[in-house]
């Protein structure tokens, strides 16, 4: 483990432009946008980095992040775990990679208002949701992924199923956009959603120690209302530090910034928008001295770990900052009252 102590610079103002530049300085000539200098790409965070991106008014960079992304796609519509380079590391294809070009999409859309990205990116983005679909079994779950001999595992993850709901509401709303029927997408979204809210245990329970797995049904909206309530208030204590953010794992000291902005997209979703906020807070002077927000840090030795500055951690940052203060039109994405199931009613919306 890194031994650079962290540096508490106090009062420090959120950066909206250093956050999106270090995402962009990430970026190669080719669209690709790794984790970090030297690191590998995968596909589900570079959708989140491009959601940075647009926030930030990067448009061009986001759209060229998606055409390299559309580029690797393979034939049958996945996407493999992680490249370097360009070059498949890992080719195990997940499902919930496989989809969540839907959600990016979604929301350049909601910012640009461009329905001719929706039209380009269209075939890619359907064929992700094929891909994902083609693991879901009768009862709703879905597996959640094949290994590179092309073998099914059957497992069903919470997050990453509960990352797919996220994907199909999306690509439900496009396609309504479009004026394209997808009457088996609903089906398969109704059944997800009765599966994550009525048989919860059927998800691989050795992944609970992943906060993840805690709020991912919140942040999706797959559990809303009095459901989502009990889960925050039941857990929090197993995940939470106070006054520093939320836990990678409840095992573990390791605090990590990424996670908690996921949390603070979560409780603004289901409402709890001044908790949100001072959740956010504990972490806004958690950066370098370029104003990048650090990957995480372990407690309460405060000691930064990993030290490289992550792009996909600084993405998340600008949503839950967008979600907090309203800096764009998709600023209520996730938000539980945004959404009539797959129709979206959210704020700005034709």
Not at 49 to 54: E, K, R, T
Not at 87 to 116: N, W
Not at 150 to 161: E, H, R, W, Y
Request: include cysteine.
């Amino acid at each position: 483990m890194s031994s650079i102590y962290a540096k508490i610079r106090p009062e420090t103002p959120l950066n909206i432009n250093s956050v999106a530049k270090s995402i962009a300085g990430l970026q190669r000539p080719n669209g690709d946008i790794p984790w970090h200098t030297g690191g590998k790409t995968d596909p589900w965070d570079l959708v989140e980095s491009v959601m940075g991106l647009n926030i930030a008014r990067y448009h061009d960079q986001a759209r060229a992040a998606l055409d390299w992304l559309v580029a690797k796609q393979n034939v049958d519509g996945s996407w493999f775990s992680s490249y370097i380079n360009g070059v498949p590391e890992d080719r195990t294809t997940q499902s919930h990679m496989a989809c969540y070009l839907a959600v990016g999409l979604f929301h350049q859309y909601l910012i640009t208002k461009d329905i001719s990205l929706l039209t380009r990116y269209w075939p890619a983005m359907a064929a992700g949701v094929e891909f994902a679909l083609g693991l879901q079994v009768s009862s709703g779950e879905i597996y959640w992924a094949k290994s590179p001999q092309g073998n099914i595992d059957p497992m069903s993850l919470l997050s990453g199923s509960s990352s797919i709901f996220m994907s199909l509401k999306c690509a439900l709303a496009i396609a309504s956009i479009l004026k394209k029927e997808k009457t088996s997408w609903i089906n398969s979204l109704n059944r997800l959603e009765r599966s994550i809210q009525e048989n919860i245990h059927a998800y691989n329970v050795s992944k609970s120690r992943f906060s993840m797995y805690w709020f991912y049904p919140i942040l999706t909206g797959a559990l809303r209302g009095e459901k989502a309530e009990a889960r925050i208030d039941r857990y929090w204590g197993k995940y939470m530090v106070e006054d520093q953010g939320c836990r990678c794992v409840s095992d573990e000291p390791w605090v990590t910034i990424a996670e908690t902005c996921e949390l603070v997209l979560a409780l603004h979703a289901m409402g709890r928008k001044q908790k949100a906020g001072i959740v956010f807070s504990w972490i806004q002077n958690r950066v370098f001295e370029d104003d990048t927000f650090w990957c995480g840090y372990t407690y309460p030795d405060m000691v930064i770990w990993p030290e490289e500055k992550i792009s996909w951690t600084n993405a998340v940052v600008l949503m839950a900052a967008d979600a907090l203060y309203g800096l764009t039109p998709a600023s209520q994405l996730f938000a539980h009252d945004s959404w009539d199931s797959f129709r979206y009613r959210g704020p700005n919306h034709d």
